[in-house]
């Protein structure tokens, strides 16, 4: 069956500090790659999307490139800010499947003035 | 464009009691996923409702049930509450068409349910 795997946090991090956080994947055929941000008290929001291997999505700063040899899609920012403070969950879901997504456990991202 | 809506935000319940968790979708969404979430287990699929058929399943016990209308406005149902029953009921909707894969999904803010 199809899995996701985040790292597990929380992820500390400075204001203006480089953000990197990873997700890797299995499917058995070729998935959409999602990341999902929550902030406090919401809901999950969709924060970017990758459809085919190579692309990236990209949104607010934050970019993830859909890497299919290394069945990675690893999210990035240059420069975080304490507003980006939240729980980030990588996502995927085929073609022909269930029209469920699988979705990683979360990362909290916690960022210090 | 008006987004998912869940209601109400918080609910408290006794053990043994039951409960009833709506949510309206985005217009002209046909899906609606309902999920569990927990500090423990995570992010947890409960079910998924498409003009009112439930399509998919989690893996959950029967107390667990609910259903969509045709307004696409959906419920979610618990009976016989348990302790471990609280938690963030998250709602989703999507337009899910033939390439429903590359659709996402549109959560809402959650009902958040303490049982006591």
């Known amino acids: 069956g199809n899995s996701v795997t985040q790292m597990e946090g929380p992820v500390t991090l400075s204001e203006e500090a480089f953000l990197t956080i990873n997700c890797t994947y299995t499917a058995t055929g070729y998935p959409s790659l999602f990341w999902y941000v929550q902030y406090p008290g919401e809901g999950l929001q969709l924060l970017l999307k990758a459809t085919k291997a190579d692309d990236k999505g990209s949104n607010k700063g934050f970019e993830a490139t859909y890497r299919k040899e290394t069945t990675s899609f690893h999210l990035e920012k240059g420069s975080v800010q304490v507003s980006d403070s939240a729980v980030y969950f990588c996502a995927l879901s085929e073609a022909g499947g269930s029209y469920i997504p699988t979705f990683g456990r979360g990362t909290s991202l916690i960022v210090h003035p | 464009k008006a987004g998912v809506t869940q209601t109400p935000r918080y609910l408290i319940k006794t053990r043994g009691q039951q409960v009833t968790l709506s949510c309206s979708p985005i217009?002209?969404?046909?899906?609606v996923s309902w999920y569990q979430q927990t500090p423990g287990q995570g992010l947890q699929f409960l079910f998924e409702y498409f003009s009112e058929t439930q399509r998919n399943k989690g893996n959950f016990p029967g107390r667990f049930s609910g259903r969509q209308f045709s307004n696409s406005r959906s419920e979610m149902n618990v009976s016989t509450l348990e302790l471990g029953d609280s938690a963030l009921y998250l709602c989703?909707?999507?337009?899910?068409?033939?390439?429903?894969?590359?659709?996402?999904?549109?959560f809402g803010n959650g009902t958040r349910l303490t049982v006591t």
């Open positions: 217009s002209g969404h046909r899906s």
């Open positions: 989703a909707s999507s337009l899910a068409g033939t390439s429903s894969y590359n659709s996402p999904l549109h």
